[in-house]
């Protein structure tokens, strides 16, 4: 059962590892598309320009790097159940705030009959999956139940 519950958390997160791995190898389009949707409030702003002079990339590259970084290690996380529930939650609200951004809620009639639909449905649905993950942490399938097979075997 864990090498199932293991080949089951990497089908999940392999999204956001080739995302993120995307996002890597394409880091001017990725950010580009970040660049018009990108909004950095008043109080952040010096600091965003600080650190974009500082690593001479401006910030829509910056938040790229970040956005495939973090898919890629909080994929790593629940692969390895190693905090699952932090990074079920990370990717949770990375799959929220994306699709906030992403889709076009205006138009709810149009968008349920286009591509973007299905799209938004697949987001809809991994962040269920995310809820299911932080529900169960880092429970490793039949840990618990031998557990309670060893205690009643002792008491016995």
Known sequence: MQVIF???R???????LVSGVRKLLDLTGT???IEGKLWIPDVAAPYAEKISTMTGMPTPQLVAIVLAVVQIVFA???????????????LAIYVAVATALSFDFS???????????TSLLKNVALFGGLLI?????S???????????YAHETHA
Request: glycine share 10%; hydrophobic share 60%.
């Open 6 to 8: 293991l080949i089951g």
């Open 10 to 16: 990497i089908l999940f997160v392999a999204i956001f």
């Open 31 to 33: 950010a580009h598309l």
């Open 76 to 90: 790593l996380f629940i692969i390895f159940n190693v905090g699952s529930r932090f990074a079920a939650t990370v």
């Open 107 to 117: 138009n709810l009639g149009e968008l349920a009959r286009s591509e973007a639909g």
């Open 133 to 137: 993950l932080f529900a169960i942490g």
């Open 139 to 149: 429970w490793q399938p039949g840990l618990i139940e031998e557990e309670e097979e």
